[in-house]
């Protein structure tokens, strides 16, 4: 399963886009997306997150 963001306590700070080692999350308007069909599960969005809001369930 891909990452999942809990848009609500994201604060947009870009963390997990730059995280990303390819690419799957943008943060086009204060919130993170995941591309769901391109996220790899590597877990590193998750680890870098400051807000602890995504997940991969």
């Known amino acids: 399963m891909a990452a999942v963001v809990e848009a609500e306590k994201c604060t947009g700070c870009k963390t997990c886009e730059e995280t990303c080692p390819n690419g799957s999350i943008t943060v086009p308007d204060k919130t993170a997306v995941v591309n769901q069909d391109d ?5 590193a969005c998750v680890d870098a997150c400051p807000e602890k809001c995504i997940s991969i369930p």
């Open 39 to 43: 996220c790899i599960d590597c877990n």
